[in-house]
């Protein structure tokens, strides 16, 4: 469908497009942590669910104050595969999305997880976690957005749906709703992704699977 065509329809609707734009830091360096390479170069694509994920985390304001969201995103169906949400930006926070993410995926050793260089991302919990697991930490350059423009992307997202119409959250509980409804019973099993072919997350992932009867196990979790 044309742009033209859907301005034209957006007018007769009596409707405005809207674009999320307002940014937060979050990201908090540990001067004294080593940062892990850059393994992804900007190359947000992997050949199989399960070997690329990214990471980051965000801010969701409330009346009862800040709450943060971490999440990792799959490289190959853009699933989000984790998330977890707390008052607080420890490491707990990231290490929370990881361990959901472990859980319900189960990856393969050599799984490469990508972050920026947060303090939480450099955390001894998360690398250890990460270590169990067989993954391989990868960071981008210091304040570049483009270097996690996916999960950027994907939170970019999640705040122009959620937040729609100027839309505010009374309470942490509120927000952690919404936010649960909104990716796993929207973003994940249906809202259709133009890098998938227009095919949601997770109905790329049962496409993935059909076509190449790899990892048969893992197709149930891709079932809506």
Do not use: I
């Amino acid at each position: 469908m044309g742009r033209k065509r859907v301005a034209r329809l957006l007018r007769a609707a009596g409707l405005q497009g809207r674009y999320w734009r307002r940014r937060h830091q979050t990201t908090r360096r540990d001067p004294k942590a080593t940062a892990a390479p850059d393994l992804v170069q900007r190359s947000f694509t992997a050949s199989r669910p399960d070997a690329l994920w990214m990471g980051d985390f965000t801010e969701l304001q409330t009346g009862e104050g800040v709450l943060y969201l971490s999440a990792l995103v799959d490289g190959c169906s853009r699933a989000c595969v984790g998330w977890s949400m707390r008052a607080d930006r420890t490491a707990e926070l990231v290490t929370g999305a990881l361990g959901m993410a472990v859980c319900r995926r189960e990856p393969a050793p050599g799984l490469v997880h990508h972050s920026d260089h947060g303090s939480q991302y450099t955390s001894l919990a998360l690398t250890a976690r990460l270590a169990e697991v067989g993954g391989v930490a990868s960071m981008g350059s210091v304040g570049d957005a483009l270097d996690n423009a996916a999960c950027e992307s994907f939170f970019g997202t999640l705040k122009l749906e959620l937040l729609a119409g100027g839309r505010v959250f009374s309470t942490r509980a509120e927000a952690r709703t919404a936010v649960f409804e909104w990716v796993e019973g929207w973003y994940n099993p249906r809202r259709r992704h133009s890098t998938l072919g227009y095919l949601a997350p997770l109905e790329y992932e049962q496409v993935f699977y059909s076509d190449n009867q790899s990892h048969p196990e893992e197709v149930a979790f891709t079932k809506p």
